[in-house]
């Protein structure tokens, strides 16, 4: 089914009549795309028997009784978020090629900025005389679904946090410490630091032939951050590193930048679609915390997945990257 | 798009038969972009080309870019982008730009969300064809 020209023509289109065959594909796509969406992924070291007592600890869960639960893989509308519980509930256990994970929901107020119509005002033209532009926030309720996955094949127990956009990276850390907290209750595995992702930031750097670098954030030593973000347009390929102010900026220093935020893409197409998965690796600083020479990246937002398949292929280039253990 | 292209684009212009200042700010337009070597044609916002024609104000600068845009084999193409809610600069496909421009309605590229009137929030750029 080709979708419409925007959210509410696809909606229409869809309502108008749903093709027979099409509702389990669509229901697929949506837990692939619950699963691997937009994610900010922390790996933890895996052994065996850990591997065995996490698969142990899944099938044994019991999905909660709640309304996402019982409603899933289908999402709660406006009505239902405004009066649905949002704590933490477990909605499924998913398994396929890739792995096994265990789906998490939970509701995050989201602050939403919004410019405010100067014809809102009763005195609208006092208010277009003081102000240019006037702004308001709101809370948003947005529900967001968490992975718990044991991949079959690599050697790292991943938990991923929903992070769409606007999600505020304290918030996400808090949702990490609470997923990994269950773990830990459950006494399941004593998960320990995520693996340091920094390792990752140079070499992909490094490696002219891995994606299209999007963001760099570089420290100099003519004492200077640099933050550097192709624009481009959706249908063309642009990389950072070889753009020639970039380039010209390095080759004029004698010393190499210290890179400790970057964003890589993976555009392909298939089938007549585009895809563009997405990597951002992002340290709070050049340096680290008393003393230690390099910063620590503790996760890793990946985005853009629309399929598994994406997803799967950009954290296997952060596990080499890394040099995690395959 | 080669120099040689933009040599042809310049000599198209010379022999339309022009009014001044018009004219003048089209050759002024071409030569700046004749003057760009390497990658650096890709983002041309409209102060790039407003430095270049000088004293000309800013309605026949963009009459000048519209018609150099839309010329028999043109070397510059315009394009739009948006900025969201957090100042992010959103490029817009070519396609939803020409129908913003055209019926002033736009889907927002990542919400998907439809937008009414979208005109004056949407900012133009150019780039040259031949990157």
Same mark, same amino acid.
């Given at each position: 089914m080709e979708p419409g020209r925007g959210w509410q023509k696809t909606i229409e289109k869809v309502k108008s009549g749903v093709a027979e065959g099409t509702v389990g594909k669509l229901q697929d796509s949506l837990i692939e795309s619950i699963l691997c969406g937009d994610k900010f992924t922390k790996l933890y070291p895996l052994d065996d028997k850990g591997r065995i007592d996490m698969h142990l600890w899944m099938s044994s869960l019991n999905c909660s009784d709640s309304l996402s639960a019982r409603i899933f893989p289908l999402l709660l509308d406006e009505g239902q978020l405004a009066t649905a519980d949002g704590a933490f509930s477990v909605l499924s256990t998913q398994s396929n090629e890739d792995g096994i994970g265990v789906i998490l929901s939970s509701i995050f107020n989201m602050k939403v900025r919004e410019e405010i119509d100067f014809e809102e005002f009763e005195n609208s033209a006092e208010m277009r005389s003081k102000f240019d532009e006037v702004v308001g926030f709101k809370y948003r309720r947005v529900q967001l679904h968490h992975v718990i996955w044991v991949p079959h094949l690599r050697q790292q127990l991943e938990i991923r946090v929903d992070a769409p956009k606007g999600m505020p990276e304290d918030a996400i850390h808090a949702h990490h410490s609470h997923l990994k907290r269950m773990i830990a209750d459950a006494n399941v595995l004593t998960l320990g630091n995520s693996h340091n992702l920094f390792p990752a930031v140079r070499a992909f750097y490094d490696d002219g032939e891995e994606g299209d670098v999007t963001e760099i954030t570089f420290a100099t030593t003519t004492s200077a951050i640099k933050h550097e973000k192709i624009i481009r347009r959706p249908s063309s390929r642009l990389d950072q590193r070889l753009e020639t102010y970039h380039q010209g900026g390095k080759t004029a220093l004698q010393t190499d930048i210290r890179i400790y935020r970057l964003s890589v893409e993976w555009p392909k197409s298939e089938d007549n679609l585009s895809f563009a998965p997405t990597l951002t690796l992002a340290a709070s600083g050049p340096a680290g915390r008393a003393g230690s020479p390099d910063p620590t990246i503790s996760g890793a937002l990946i985005g853009?997945?629309?399929?598994a398949a994406d997803y799967e292929f950009v954290v296997e280039r952060l596990g080499l990257k890394s040099g995690l253990a395959a | 798009m080669t120099m040689c292209d933009l040599r042809k684009a310049r000599e198209t212009i010379e022999t339309a038969g022009l009014d001044q200042p018009f004219l003048d700010v089209c050759l002024r337009v071409t030569g700046a972009l004749e003057a760009l *070597?390497? *990658?650096?044609?890709k983002f041309l916002p409209l102060s790039f080309f407003l430095t270049v024609v000088d004293d000309t104000n800013a309605k026949v600068a963009l009459s000048a870019l519209s018609y150099i845009c839309t010329m028999e084999c043109p070397p510059l193409a315009a394009h739009g982008y948006i900025c969201d809610a957090d100042e992010e600069l959103i490029v817009l496909d070519d396609e939803d730009f020409l129908e913003v421009v055209k019926t002033g309605d736009l889907i927002h590229p990542r919400t998907g969300e439809f937008l009414q009137q979208a005109r004056n929030r949407v900012h133009i750029f150019y780039s040259l064809l031949s990157l």
């Open positions: 853009n997945c629309v399929r | *070597d390497g *990658d650096r044609g």
